[in-house]
């Protein structure tokens, strides 16, 4: 024998109570899927942003900075008569940013070569100014004017110095290693003109600069 349930009087089928039910859990599975599938999509977009977690390296030149270099540079004279020598060189800067875009320092440059008993020395001590292309370059040029040295000893003869004028111009990139830090390498040109000669140095060199 089969039953019949009933409802407000009317007969109602087995297979429509089961049809009922399905389609409710059928919208009840499809609204799930619906949110799940939000969620991922959510989650995919910001998984798939490469910047997410990847942090700034944007250079924060907006107060005091220093500059420390080494490297190598060849010398030349106005009385070398075409010879030129390769020595030790360096220098370095210290100041106080304007933008991020000009920094002013003061900064010196510097070179040394000894040899046979006798050795020379050159460099400038000088205001300087470094232009940065824009606010988020990192090449550079550079150019300063001040006081500039050369000096001369040799063994059993003694040694002198003479002063002049000083200048630098140069180029040079930062390679950031954080916003505040980086490595920098650089080209710089400077010269050095007495009373009674002109030198001037090709000068190369890598420095550690701090923002």
Request: proline share 3%.
């Amino acid at each position: 024998m089969t039953s019949t349930a009933t409802s407000g009087g009317h007969p109602v089928s087995p297979s429509s109570g089961l049809n009922t039910t399905a389609g409710s859990v059928g919208k009840l599975v499809a609204a799930v899927a619906d949110t799940a599938h939000a969620n991922l999509v959510g989650v995919a977009k910001i998984d798939t942003n490469p910047l997410a977690t990847v942090p700034s390296l944007t250079p924060l030149r907006q107060r005091g900075w220093f500059s420390l270099g080494l490297g190598a540079g060849t010398l030349g004279c106005s009385a070398c008569e075409g010879h030129q020598a390769t020595g030790l060189s360096g220098g370095l800067v210290l100041g106080h940013a304007i933008n991020q875009s000009v920094l002013l320092g003061v900064g010196t440059t510097g070179w040394y070569k000894s040899e046979d008993g006798a050795a020379v020395a050159a460099g400038t001590v000088d205001l300087r100014i470094r232009e940065y292309m824009n606010a988020d370059s990192r090449f550079f040029s550079t150019v300063g004017f001040g006081l500039g040295h050369v000096s001369a000893a040799v063994d059993w003869y003694g040694a002198a110095t003479e002063y002049g004028l000083g200048y630098v111009i140069g180029l040079g990139y930062d390679a950031p290693l954080s916003q505040t830090t980086a490595l920098t390498p650089y080209f710089h040109y400077f010269g050095v003109h007495t009373q009674s000669v002109d030198v001037h140095v090709a000068q190369f060199g890598l420095a550690v600069t701090w923002f």
